[in-house]
């Protein structure tokens, strides 16, 4: 019968007619023969199996073999037998190798025939040694593809004992971390994606049997990811094993690595970077998962180091798989994570496109940020701070400098003004201005909890502040501005002379730059091209007119300011103020009425501060301690002393003023209401060449864009020879109108509101050209202009002596933190029955359901300490915290217009902050890593230290003996060691 079969397949018959005779053949299997002929058709069918020169003659092969088989199977066991397994495995067959697929295929078929026979025990030891040296050798895809499915079909043969079972999960790793693909068309890429999957289904089935194998294998994996070996690069088919780790165990195996000291940076930031890589492999599951798992814990522990070089390497990368549909929602997942708490260099954040509310994209940041992280580590790690949840950054006192950490943090909050320093291109500067922008510029991008403005203070300290000592926050604010004034008409001029006479040497240039600006700044202004940054942001204009009583003559006066001073007005005059200014009012001698103007002259200006404004004060009080806030500050360790003081002054303060509780408005309307000059106060009159009584008035006939209104609430006891504070409450109004008048037509006239086709841009000298018809008569016409409340510094004390400032503050753009401009009908919309409290305003309802509406809002500025509050916080703070009183508010304009817009190096950017120089950038960011190195190198010191006052412990049953880095005994190499549960990957 193999004689007629050998003769069959060799020949030239038609191929039906072999057919026919192959399953005669195999019929015949049931017939009897003797153990030669049966052991020569096993050879036959087994050659025919293994060596067939085309598919046809493999396949009679195995069809004879399995029918001779299942018939004659006493004989088939003894010509299967161990002797020709081994030879098959390790010498080969003919020309086949020992590691040709076929050879598996082979030995499964026979392993079918005699599976009830007791020999097969005896292979299955044997296969169980030959399948952990096969994997041992590195098998190609397609021959671990095809052990892999014998094993899982005759589990049997898998490696048996703890450590024969690890070695063999250990180098089924390593081979699949040596898997490359053998093409690239589609069917060869789909095949060698099936080899794989069947791999890793093999291992799955291994640690699903046996759970003790699970750890080693992942020790395995990560000491083949973060070799350093670059002349071998792991497959990313290693993928193909994360969609079988359990989630369940993400925090305890995050945990084990992230806290192990002896895995070093470069190892990780290398596995991490190849887990990254493993986004690439189609069809896997949660590998975005572990990523991002283990970025947070890198997180958590404070190694920024390495997470900061894993985003700048792999960024690109993991943005250019969004290209491809099948790995697009892994890839997304973590470029988003990437993005969002990447935050030490602000160039990924400055896309110049519209953006959402910024307040929320700023909380979300910090809530993705990596020092925001929680941290999974044991209570004995403390948590090291980072940014404050609000996004905001508040700022180090460095002794007694709340007075300017007040002022600067409301500057910044003062969102057109700081979007146009930022935007400025002072490149090669070394001005005040220059430095603003930098501590701007690091208010807005730092990664710090708060930053301490060393320079700026040094600075910009007016001399005759003393260092470390209290001082006024008013008079600071005043001195900035003036500086940065005079500062910028200074350079406009210098840069003007050298353009002009670029001959001249440099002293001559300076003189007649200094020239230039003393000139420029007695001159008015005229347009608005010449004016500085500080006159468009803060500057308006008061005229000052006195009429003389007895000859009428009137005489008038220009002047400019950036903030104007506010006196408490007695009882009789906030009675008979009304929506009209008074014909007559109380002369105002016993309180200090001041506008504050952009002088040049800083001594002069000193005196006047000296003499007009309150003294200074600052955080140390007058126990030498120093106030601490919590989240809203309190008055908890206010002393007896200072409670009796504050009765004190609230007593002489309640006898001047009354009852009543004034608003902003009536301070302002008291600032502009007419003033008779008379007794020793009268007016010299030059036409009646006498002093004579005589009538002041004061219109504000130029708005500012930001108003600084400052409340004096330090005066001068002349029967005490003391300085007292005023610890009247005042109500803050959320919406502010302020009276501005301006010569124009009557036919532009509206009733209390805008001029017709006028924009509010439209200032001064200009405006009245617009409004006046040939030949028609100036009127005076009031317009209220409305101003939102941006912020509000607070003074803490009973004295100018002592205190603390402190400032409430929120982002208030042209068109209203909403969106909206609220005109002053709005609040005549609700009627004094509708007011919640008996002491409460129309204008104070008004307020607090626009503050209902917009949550989160306002910013608490305590020095470091930045957090959230409300408006009515704000409200209450005087009849919650006595001795805490407004001192200096800001109020924004508001107008048609959408917020801030500009060019900046012909990209145009809106509704945010500008795109920052690079030399910024990278101070900001070279800052960043700074922090992120001080805090890893504070919370790795902390780990060390608990990790030395903990008990380390291994897995159960883990052999104690074996050394780091042994992979069991089939070797193999361990790529640097595991011994502990600390060396556990992921």
């Not at 069809?63 to 199977?73: F, M, N, S």
Request: proline fraction near 5%; charged fraction near 20%.
């Amino acid at each position: 019968m193999d004689k007629i079969l050998e003769g069959l397949v060799s020949s030239s018959h038609p191929l039906q007619l072999k057919r026919v005779i192959v399953r005669r053949v195999v019929e015949s299997a049931e017939t009897p023969l003797s153990q030669a002929q049966c052991r020569a058709m096993f050879a036959l069918s087994t050659r025919l199996v293994l060596q067939g020169p085309d598919p046809f003659q493999r396949q009679v092969g195995r069809q004879v073999l399995e029918a001779y088989g299942r018939y004659h199977r006493a004989e088939f066991e003894a010509f299967f037998n161990r002797g020709l397994v081994l030879g098959l495995l390790q010498r080969g067959y003919g020309q086949l190798s020992g590691r040709d697929p076929a050879i598996l295929d082979y030995i499964q078929a026979g392993l079918r025939l005699i599976m009830s026979c007791p020999s097969v025990l005896e292979l299955f030891e044997l296969l169980q040694v030959e399948a952990l040296r096969l994997v041992c050798e590195r098998p190609a895809p397609p021959l671990c593809a095809r052990l892999c499915q014998l094993l899982g079909d005759f589990p049997q043969c898998l490696p048996r004992g703890r450590k024969l079972s690890l070695a063999f999960c250990q180098q089924l790793v390593r081979s699949i971390a040596h898997f490359q693909s053998q093409g690239s068309r589609e069917a060869e890429l789909r095949l060698y994606v099936s080899q794989v999957t069947q791999v890793s289904g093999l291992l799955r089935s291994v640690w699903k049997a046996e759970p003790d194998t699970l750890l080693p294998s992942l020790q395995e994996l990560f000491a083949v990811i973060s070799a350093a070996d670059t002349s071998f690069e792991p497959s990313v088919a290693l993928a193909s094993l994360v969609q079988h780790i359990p989630l369940q165990m993400i925090t305890v195996l995050i945990r084990s690595l992230t806290t192990d000291p002896n895995v070093k940076d470069a190892s990780m930031t290398q596995a991490l970077c190849r887990m990254i890589d493993w986004l690439s492999w189609p069809l896997a599951q949660h590998v975005e998962t572990w990523v991002i798992a283990l970025l947070k814990g890198l997180a958590a522990v404070q190694k920024f180091t390495i997470l900061i070089d894993v985003t700048l390497l792999k960024i690109e990368l993991v943005f250019n798989r969004l290209w491809f549909p099948l790995v697009r929602p892994g890839a997304l997942a973590v470029l988003s994570h990437m993005l969002l708490s990447f935050q030490h260099s602000p160039e990924a954040f400055h896309l110049e496109l519209p953006k959402p509310n910024e307040e929320k994209i700023k909380l979300i940041l910090s809530q993705s940020a990596w020092t925001s992280q929680s941290s999974s580590l044991p209570s004995c790690l403390s948590r090291l701070s980072g940014k404050s949840e609000t996004g905001k950054t508040g700022l180090i006192n460095l002794g007694n400098t709340c007075y300017m950490n007040s002022v600067i943090q409301a500057l910044f909050m003062a969102t057109d003004f700081r979007r146009h320093v930022l935007s400025l291109n002072l490149n090669g500067c070394n001005s005040l201005m220059r430095k603003l922008q930098h501590l701007f510029a690091f208010l807005a991008h730092t990664q710090r909890e708060a930053y301490a403005p060393r320079i700026f203070f040094e600075a910009s300290r007016p001399p005759w502040f003393t260092p470390r000592s209290q001082q006024d926050c008013s008079e600071y604010l005043r001195f900035l501005l003036d500086r940065l004034h005079e500062e910028e008409r200074t350079l406009r001029a210098l840069s003007s002379a050298k353009t002009a006479e670029s001959i001249m040497n440099e002293e001559s240039q300076t003189q007649e730059a200094v020239h230039k600006a003393q000139l420029s700044a007695e001159a008015p202004c005229t347009g608005s091209e010449e004016r500085t940054l500080i006159e468009k942001m803060f500057g308006g204009k008061l005229k000052t007119s006195i009429c003389c009583l007895n000859c009428k003559s009137t005489s008038q006066k220009e002047e400019a300011f950036t903030d104007l001073s506010l006196a408490f007005c007695p009882p009789a005059s906030l009675e008979n103020l009304g929506p009209k200014c008074m014909e007559h009012s109380e002369v105002k001698d016993d309180y200090v009425v001041q506008s504050n103007t952009l002088v040049s002259n800083a001594a002069e200006e000193t005196t006047l501060n000296n003499l007009e404004v309150n003294g200074g004060c600052d955080t140390i009080m007058n126990e030498g301690t120093i106030k601490n806030f919590s989240t809203e500050p309190n008055s908890e360790n206010t002393t007896n002393s200072e409670l009796n003081k504050v009765q004190d002054n609230r007593d002489i303060s309640q006898r001047l003023v009354g009852k009543n509780t004034p608003s902003v408005t009536d301070l302002l309307n008291y600032f502009l209401a007419p003033e008779i000059l008379s007794g020793d106060n009268k007016y010299y009159c030059e036409k009646c060449a006498s002093l004579q009584n005589a009538e002041k008035t004061m219109q504000i006939i130029e708005e500012p864009e930001y108003l600084i209104l400052t409340l004096l609430r330090f005066s001068y006891d002349p029967k005490c020879h003391i300085r007292r504070k005023i610890l009247d409450n005042v109500s803050l109004p959320l919406v502010l109108e302020l009276p501005v008048k301006r010569a124009t037509s009557p036919l532009a006239v509206v009733s209390g509101g805008w001029s017709v086709d006028v924009e509010i841009s439209d200032i001064g000298e200009n405006l009245a050209k617009k409004l006046k018809p040939s030949g028609a008569d100036e009127v005076t016409c009031p317009q209220l202009v409305p101003y939102m409340l941006s912020s509000v510094v607070v003074h803490s004390g009973v004295s100018s002596e002592s205190g603390h400032y402190y400032s409430y503050a929120r982002n208030v753009t042209g068109s209203g933190p909403s969106g909206l401009c609220h005109q002053s009908k709005a609040l005549s919309l609700v009627s004094p029955q509708n007011n919640l409290l008996a002491e409460e305003s129309p204008c104070t309802v008004v307020e607090n359901e626009l503050d209902t509406e917009m949550p989160k809002e306002w910013f608490l500025f305590n020095d470091s300490r930045v957090t959230f509050t409300s408006f009515q916080s704000v409200q209450k703070i005087t009849s919650r915290f006595p001795k805490d009183t407004a001192y200096v508010l800001f109020y924004k304009k508001q107008n048609n217009t959408c917020g801030f817009s500009t060019n900046s190096a012909n990209r145009l950017w809106v509704n945010g902050d500008p795109p920052l120089q690079k030399d910024l950038m990278d101070a900001i960011t070279k800052d960043n890593k700074l922090y992120l190195q001080e805090q890893e190198l504070s919370a790795r010191t902390q780990a060390l230290q608990a990790a030395s006052a903990s008990c380390s412990f291994r897995p159960n049953g883990f052999d104690d003996n074996d050394p780091p880095g042994s992979c069991g005994p089939a070797g193999g190499g361990g790529g640097g060691g595991f011994s502990t549960v600390g060396r556990l990957v992921f």
